[in-house]
């Protein structure tokens, strides 16, 4: 059983589309995340939920819009994209927020903007 | 603020060791360590909390001084699973933080 699941894998769009990626984990953790790891592996947080409350809305575009219809589900939503945009986008959770907590990462969704 | 990694990348033979060390400008509460392979998730290795409290991986060791705001990885005894980018999480011990900053990472090969 795939512990934390992102859907799609690969995502390939033209500048001003708009798209989003979805996000579940089935292990019970009440924290998750979207990070964005660009082209040199920069890896930085943009949101995190905690039971479905926004806690953490780091700088980041208002283009990208996050929901958690529930605990288990983080989606991303991004308007108006550009080129960017473009990087592997991950989702993550833990079962509470850090920092005793590990993080478990989906397996990333790759963004290509042309 | 970003923790800042050393070194930035280290080829080893199998068999021998490596340090990778992670260190911050701010106080810090804990320091996570995750490894990444190429085209993969970042999976957790080790926590590291402030007051000495550590979580994390049989196999490898990692240290924290709270004083000088740094952390070290040891792996000993490398082996060609070690090979991978290795990335420190840093959280502030600014109240409500609830956040890592992670390092640009270092990258680590094994070779036969």
């Known amino acids: 059983d795939t512990a934390v699941s992102q859907t799609p894998k690969y995502l390939v769009t033209q500048m001003g589309n708009d798209k989003s990626i979805k996000c579940e984990q089935n292990?019970?953790?009440?924290?998750m995340y979207w990070y964005k790891q660009d082209s040199k592996k920069f890896l930085k947080i943009m949101f995190s939920y905690n039971n479905k409350e926004l806690i953490i809305n780091e700088t980041v575009p208002n283009r990208f819009s996050p929901k958690s219809p529930d605990k288990a589900h983080l989606n991303l939503h991004i308007n108006s994209l550009e080129l960017g945009d473009s990087a592997v986008y991950f989702c993550a959770s833990s079962r509470g927020t850090v920092p005793s907590y590990e993080q478990y990462f989906g397996p990333g969704t790759r963004l290509t903007v042309t | 603020q970003q923790p800042v990694q050393s070194p930035q990348a280290v080829i080893l033979r199998e068999g021998e060791d490596a340090v990778i060390n992670c260190s911050s400008s701010k106080a810090l509460y804990s320091v996570h360590w995750y490894r990444q392979k190429h085209g993969e998730a970042p999976v957790f290795l080790m926590i590291l909390l402030k007051g000495g409290e550590q979580k994390g991986h049989e196999k490898i060791s990692a240290s924290f001084n709270e004083k000088k705001q740094q952390s070290s990885l040891y792996l000993t005894a490398s082996q060609l699973s070690y090979s991978g980018t290795y990335f420190c999480?840093?959280?502030?011990?600014?109240?409500?933080?609830?956040?890592?900053?992670f390092g640009k990472g270092t990258k680590l090969s094994v070779i036969p």
């Open positions: 292990l019970g953790h009440d924290t």
């Open positions: 999480g840093t959280e502030d011990s600014g109240a409500g933080s609830y956040q890592l900053t």
